[in-house]
Nanobody, 122 residues
Framework: QVQLVESGGGLAQPGGSLRLSCAASGFTFSLYSMSWVRQAPGKGLEWVSGIYSDGTGTWYTDSVKGRFTISRDNTKNTLYLQMNSLKPEDTALYYC???????????????WGQGTQVTVSS
């Protein structure tokens, strides 16, 4: 079965950096686009970033453009999110998510990880 396990969250100061990882198993990772989705306290889900299966195309929500970088290593079945210049409004539970169908990046998520907490505070 599909398993997505996030790690790398924690407490960071404003302006600091964190790198999230998502270890994937139970499916052919290299065929699926992957994304990061977050949920801030008291708010709904927000699609943060996505990456196509071969890593050649990416998408970012406006609030993180220029600060976050999504990447993947298909040899290690791992998705990453490098987060720089962190702001308090980046505080959220960050989820790794897999597209339902191979070959698309449309925020149609069929599988989710358990999430990793990111807190940005001084």
């Amino acid at each position: 079965q599909v398993q997505l396990v996030e790690s790398g969250g924690g407490l960071a100061q404003p302006g600091g950096s964190l790198r999230l990882s998502c270890a994937a198993s139970g499916f052919t990772f290299s065929l699926y686009s992957m994304s990061w989705v977050r949920q801030a306290p008291g708010k709904g889900l927000e699609w943060v970033s996505g990456i196509y299966s071969d890593g050649t195309g990416t998408w970012y929500t406006d609030s993180v453009k220029g600060r976050f970088t999504i990447s993947r290593d298909n040899t290690k079945n791992t998705l990453y999110l490098q987060m720089n210049s962190l702001k308090p409004e980046d505080t959220a539970l960050y989820y790794c998510a897999k597209e339902t169908f191979a070959g698309r990046l449309i925020a149609d998520f069929g599988s989710w990880g358990q999430g990793t907490q990111v807190t940005v505070s001084s």
